[in-house]
């Protein structure tokens, strides 16, 4: 119940597409989603986040999509380019877990020019 | 800037040769973590820290210790380190963030081999 699950393990869209990645949750508690990006060296970041309030979030080219009945979420990559290669994770996050996030287990996303 | 410090960044040590890797975090969090990442296996949380003196296991805590003797460190010690320890190990902070109200902020990363 505590798991996120992750799809797919690894990515390769062409320059200008679009990247989809996807994460399914059991524990219906969770109440924060973020998603982090990873590039290779580096610590993971956080790149955008929703609440079950919403069904969608968008900031610039990436946009979550939140579907509370069907307990997924995804990440849209919009036009993607190079630069968006790294890894990508989601997690979640519920009330009264003292900032403790549950983690996918990544998306290596690979963008050939 | 909220930052977590990890040291050091690279390591190559023997089998058995004791050995702690800091992690200092300057955003008064409460909750800090230390997770190892391999190929194909994401992130893997080894101990985790709600607050000072108080440390718990994570998924893969086997051959670790840990310690919290301040808020702002979380020293992660191989006692005994062993070749299948060679990893890539992360320190996070976790806590409120400027955009969000929970935001988890990673070190650069230890690399570390055990021949």
């Known amino acids: 119940q505590q798991q996120v699950k992750q799809s797919p393990q690894s990515l390769i869209v062409q320059k200008g597409g679009i990247s989809i990645i996807n994460c399914a949750y059991e524990n219906t508690a969770f109440d924060y989603f973020p998603w982090y990006q990873q590039f290779p060296g580096k610590g993971p970041a956080l790149l955008i986040a929703?609440?079950?309030d919403v069904s969608e979030k968008k900031e610039g080219r990436f946009t979550i999509s939140f579907n509370k009945s069907a307990k997924q979420f995804s990440l849209h990559i919009m036009d993607s380019q190079p630069g968006d290669s790294a890894t990508y994770f989601c997690?979640?996050?519920?009330?009264?877990?003292?900032?403790?996030?549950?983690w996918g287990a990544g998306t290596k996303l690979i963008i050939k020019p | 800037e909220a930052q977590v410090t990890q040291n050091p960044r690279y390591l190559i040590t023997v089998t058995g040769k004791k050995l702690t890797v800091t992690c200092s975090q300057n955003m008064n969090h409460e909750y800090m973590s230390w997770y190892r990442q391999d190929p194909g296996l994401g992130l893997r949380q080894i101990y985790y820290?709600?607050?000072?003196?108080?440390?718990d296991k994570g998924d893969v805590p086997e051959g670790y210790k840990v310690s919290r003797k301040e808020k702002r460190n979380f020293p992660l010690i191989l006692e005994s380190p062993s070749p299948n320890q060679t990893s890539l190990y992360f320190c996070?902070?976790?806590?409120?963030?400027?955009?969000?109200?929970?935001?988890?902020?990673f070190g650069q990363g230890t690399r570390l081999t055990v021949v």
């Open positions: 997690a979640a996050s519920k009330p009264g877990s003292n900032y403790q996030l549950i």
């Open positions: 929703i609440r079950p």
């Open positions: 820290s709600m607050n000072v003196e108080v440390t």
């Open positions: 996070a902070s976790t806590g409120q963030g400027p955009l969000t109200n929970t935001e988890a902020f």
